[in-house]
């Protein structure tokens, strides 16, 4: 008998089903830590508002809120790795299921780099400050946007009428709190007034990210231990 691979070792150990309920639970687990995460680091930041003060902001160089967001921000995509594994091991036949997965390996990639692309503080930007990390920054903003509307448009399209509905709803949020926020970015980078910005960026990302929670819950719940979801299973 020839020696197992360490991919099929890998995949015998997904294919458990007390181990794929396990990496399904870690996208509930990050988006309470996400939340944890913005409720934390507004309080280290003195002066911070939640309200009209973006969530980039607590990341932001120089920002007294950046070290342990960071550190916390490692912790969040490591459970988004698994929790992309748990996806991808519970798709089976359903081949939307697998792109989801995918597409959550991808929104983990770009969340790994994220550190690499933070954004300087108002003050250093409205001085002209700004450097390629800030660039970048604004390319990872919509490169994540496109991953949101992405993963959950497949996910409409995989699932039943109770969860497509569901999901057209948070995609409809995301398109119209992200172009409010949107029409903020300017003044941020200005310094000026953004009485909302806070409000609307975390209706946008908070929005979509508990729709992964509500995936695992689903996913739990239909006991896709048995590997073979149909498409037309979840939410009927």
């Not at 830590?33 to 932001?60: C, F, H, K, P």
């Not at 748990?86 to 929104?107: D, E, K, Q, T």
């Not at 300087?120 to 660039?135: C, I, K, N, P």
């Not at 709190?177 to 975390?202: C, Q, S, Y």
Request: glycine share 12%.
């Amino acid at each position: 008998m020839k020696r197992k691979t360490i991919m099929q070792a890998g995949k015998e150990l997904l294919a458990r089903k007390n181990v794929r309920n396990a990496l399904l639970i870690c996208g509930i687990l990050s988006f309470l830590l996400y939340v944890a995460m913005n409720i934390i680091g507004a309080m280290q930041y003195d002066g911070y508002s939640s309200a009209s003060q973006t969530i980039s902001e607590l990341s932001a160089i120089g920002a007294p809120s950046r070290p342990l967001w960071v550190w916390l921000g490692f912790v969040y995509n490591a459970l988004m790795l698994a929790f992309a594994l748990g996806v991808l091991a519970s798709a089976g036949r359903n081949r939307m299921l697998r792109i989801i997965g995918i597409l959550l390996l991808a929104f983990v990639i770009v969340g790994f780099a994220w550190p690499f692309a933070s954004m300087h503080q108002r003050e250093v930007l409205a001085a002209g400050g700004a450097t390629f990390a800030d660039t970048m920054h604004l390319i990872f903003g919509g490169v994540n946007s496109i991953l949101f509307l992405l993963i959950i448009g497949f996910g409409a399209s995989a699932f039943g009428k109770r969860f497509r509905i569901y999901s057209i709803a948070t995609i409809i949020a995301i398109l119209l709190f992200g172009t409010l926020m949107g029409m903020d970015a300017p003044k941020v980078a200005a310094n000026e007034p953004t009485p909302w910005v806070g409000v609307t960026e975390r209706i946008m990302v908070l929005g979509s990210m508990l729709w992964f929670a509500v995936l695992a819950i689903a996913l739990l719940r239909k006991g896709r231990g048995k590997g073979t979801p149909e498409r037309s299973g979840l939410g009927a």
